[in-house]
């Protein structure tokens, strides 16, 4: 019988003030397959953190459960100081204003196809009551900011990829969240358009955002992230800076799967 895995993230860390995103003892399943095994992360406010392994270890799960998108079975996560899931029951109240909080960007833009590009970004503030002249030129305001500003009035079928992905980090930034989740969001992009959306990361990251990233672009995690999480078969197997989990990985499992995108790439 193959003894369990045993890191340091199986200890509940200290509570500490600046985190954003605490989550401690999170697992969840799915069939009877556990997908998420006992992880505890933080992530701190103004820091970036990158969780990376391969698919189906349980990366995007574990994003999703953040905004409780889907339903931990245990554990506790906290937003913004507020616990929204404590053991097995959600006990936020208010979903909206959570995910108003926890910005999330998709891996497949989930852009209303009917819409403009920027009658997607003023769609969730109206939502949140935002008026529709603020709305309007945030809107234009953030679509700017990333660069798109010009294709404005275009849908999302007349954009490429990496126009629609700045459309969407625009839609995510519009209420102002406290943390933005990014789940794979070049995977589907060809390399000019993902050079354009970690462009974008890229000044966010400078600007101070709080990010919790999963991604499969190791070199951006090297460049932009503060704090790397390997995750592997739903548990955190090595976490730290990224020099020290990417270049220097302690555990064997963490080498098995670095050596494995090198020769992949």
């Known amino acids: 019988m ?10 509940v860390p200290p509570a500490r003030t600046d985190a954003v995103v605490r989550i401690e003892g999170l697992s969840k399943s799915f069939d009877g397959r556990l997908v998420l095994d006992h992880v505890n992360l933080e992530v701190d406010r103004g ?8 698919s189906g270890g349980g990366k995007t799960t574990l994003m999703r459960c953040v905004n409780l998108l889907e339903r931990p079975d245990r554990g506790t996560v906290e937003v913004a100081g507020e616990v929204v899931h404590d053991g097995g029951r959600t006990v936020c109240r208010d979903l909206p204003r959570l995910r108003r909080t926890v910005g999330m960007v998709f891996q497949r833009f989930n ?11 003023v769609l969730a503030q109206r939502k ?5 002249p603020e709305a309007l030129e945030r809107a234009v305001a953030l679509l700017r900011r990333v660069g798109v500003a010009h294709r404005g009035l275009a849908r999302p079928d007349q954009l490429s990829g990496g126009e629609q992905q700045r459309v969407a980090i625009a839609r995510a930034l519009a209420l102002r969240p406290e943390v933005l989740l990014f789940d794979e969001p070049t995977s589907s992009l060809d390399p000019e358009a993902t050079r354009e959306v970690l462009a974008v990361m890229r000044e966010l990251a400078a600007d101070g955002m709080t990010m919790l990233l999963v991604t499969h672009e190791l070199p951006f995690a090297r460049e932009v992230a503060d704090h790397v999480v390997f995750v592997d078969g739903g548990r955190i197997v090595e976490e730290g800076s990224p020099q020290d989990v990417l270049d220097h990985p302690a555990e064997a499992r963490t080498r098995e799967f670095l ?7």
């Open 2 to 11: 193959t003894e369990p895995v045993i890191t340091t993230s199986e200890a």
């Open 47 to 54: 820091r970036i953190v990158s969780v990376i392994g391969q």
């Open 111 to 121: 852009l209303f196809p009917h819409l403009t590009a920027v009658e997607n970004v």
């Open 128 to 132: 949140a009551g935002v008026p529709e």
């Open 259 to 265: 050596a494995s995108y090198g020769s992949a790439s």
